[in-house]
């Protein structure tokens, strides 16, 4: 698929192969039984201009649309984007550099073309694709979140997974406060740039820049179902990155935030993949979600969370774990830090691995089951930082905590049974002795969401930055 001619060929250096044009791999998988003939899903994912065929004997689950990076081979994911970032905040008066505009004007090119598709090949099958599930991870998950603002009414829901960097100004200038610098997955808005971009967040085009590309500017029009996926140890992002948005953003929507994840989520997959599965199909038979609504107090420490519906619950689990970092260049100053793997040196919260990183397994996540009272009659779950051991004090850490809900899903299990077993089968035989077991059980049988987390006490280690002062420095 050729989705479109961004900038001209001028603006590419001359050994770009592309150069201005944008084309992608697009795989369109038609099951053998169709059950939605008027919805599909997009999962969007990139690569670079490696890829010239698929191999179609391959089984592919996932219709995806292959982003190919049309600049140059050594500006590539959040590089290319910081580099787009740095031509916009230098001359504001054309926007069409930002690289936002043509992931997300592809992405829709795809739903055109799948639509395309099947009034082309499908047509005898009565399909008529109306409405789309959008997802896609990291980049692709911002690309998502702006694709359901572009075509609302196409787009029945959208699943961005880990990102929640939205609003991002105001979240980058806590992830300052929580670590004294940036974090080492940012070093591509640091390094080979004219200036840093973290230098630059409060330049008065970087609030335009916002309103062009941020999510949040359009959160009027985001209002289909949403699943945002997160991961409590991403290394770009924050557990609770989400308290400078969540409440501004439109219903419905739900939240999943994986323990013991970090960035690439693969840790995470076979929590996160049932639950994606289950909401997308109970969207696309029209069904309820289970909802539960919750409250912070950030600065007691608590999250009263209260089911307003009901639906079975299977588990309510409890999940907390500590911070561990250490600014050995600010006298050991610790930090506000939950990623998995960060850059101290020594490695006070773990083990050092490859190329100077600290996994830092002294903030592994735990859980517990939480029980519930009953408040006016519903259902309700409390949990509160009083409830475990508190955090260490020399040196001072954090305690972070969220409640995790699993619910029946009483149209969903049945329909994955044969799927599971077929999957399973195709498993094995490509893996041989390395079969692992197969899909996870619950695979589309239950609603798995979470609450927002907290993090207790409520202070931070560093003061704010601004302008140059909040400089480059990683950890």
């Keep these: 698929m050729t989705s479109q001619r961004w900038l001209t060929d001028a603006d590419f250096t001359p050994d770009s192969k592309a150069k201005s044009i944008w084309w992608h791999v697009m795989i369109i998988v038609v099951p053998d039984q169709i059950r939605f003939k008027n919805n599909a899903s997009l999962y969007i994912t990139g690569t670079g201009m490696g890829v010239t065929q698929y191999n179609k004997s391959e089984d592919a689950i996932l219709a995806t649309v292959l982003a190919c990076n049309t600049l140059n081979i050594s500006r590539g994911e959040d590089a290319a984007i910081s580099f787009t970032w740095q031509h916009f905040l230098n001359d504001p008066t054309d926007p069409t550099w930002l690289l936002r505009f043509p992931m997300v004007k592809a992405s829709v090119r795809a739903l055109d073309t799948m639509t395309a598709f099947v009034n082309t090949y499908l047509a005898s099958t009565g399909c008529q694709l109306d409405y789309f599930l959008v997802a896609g991870a ?20 959208i699943i961005p997974i880990v990102l929640d ?22 070093k591509d808005y640091i390094e080979n740039l004219e200036k840093p971009i973290t230098s630059r967040f409060d330049d008065p085009n970087m609030i ?57 989520i693969a840790t995470g997959v076979l929590m996160v993949v049932p639950a994606i599965g289950a909401f997308g ?80 397994l002294a903030a592994l996540w735990n859980k517990r089951t939480l029980q519930p009272i009953v408040v006016n009659g519903q259902r309700t779950y409390v949990a509160s930082h009083a409830d475990f051991d508190p955090p260490s004090v020399d040196p001072k850490r954090w305690i972070s905590f969220m409640i995790e809900f699993k619910f029946d899903n009483p149209y969903g299990l049945g329909l994955f049974k044969d799927v599971k077993e077929e999957v399973n089968k195709i498993i094995k035989k490509k893996l041989g002795n390395r079969y692992f077991g197969g899909l996870p059980e619950d695979l589309g049988g239950f609603f798995d969401f979470t609450t927002e987390v907290i993090i207790w006490p409520n202070e931070f280690p560093y003061e704010d930055c601004h302008g140059e002062e909040c400089g480059s420095r990683i950890v």
């Design 138 to 157: 990291s980049k692709r998950g911002w690309t998502t979140w702006l694709v359901g603002a572009v075509d609302p009414v196409r787009v029945k829901a």
């Design 281 to 360: 199909l109970a969207n696309f038979l029209n069904k309820p979600v289970p909802t539960f609504s919750w409250e912070l107090d950030i600065v007691n420490g608590s999250i009263t969370a209260t089911v307003d519906n009901d639906m079975n619950i299977t588990d309510v689990n409890v999940w907390w774990a500590y911070s561990c970092g250490v600014n050995s260049w600010d006298n050991n100053m610790t930090r506000r830090d939950f990623r998995i793997v960060h850059m101290d040196n020594p490695c006070y919260c773990g083990n050092n691995v490859s190329k100077g990183y600290c996994a830092n």
């Design 208 to 264: 335009l820049l916002q309103q062009f590309v941020d999510p949040y500017y359009y959160r009027d029009r985001l209002t289909m179902p949403k699943l945002v996926v997160n991961a409590l140890m991403d290394e770009f992002q924050q557990p609770d990155d989400t308290h400078y948005w969540w409440k501004d953003m439109p219903e419905p929507k739900h939240f999943l935030i994986a323990p013991n994840a970090e960035h690439t």
């Design 165 to 186: 960097a939205i609003n991002f100004v105001p979240v980058m200038h806590h992830t300052f406060r929580s670590y004294g610098g940036w974090s080492f997955a940012l």
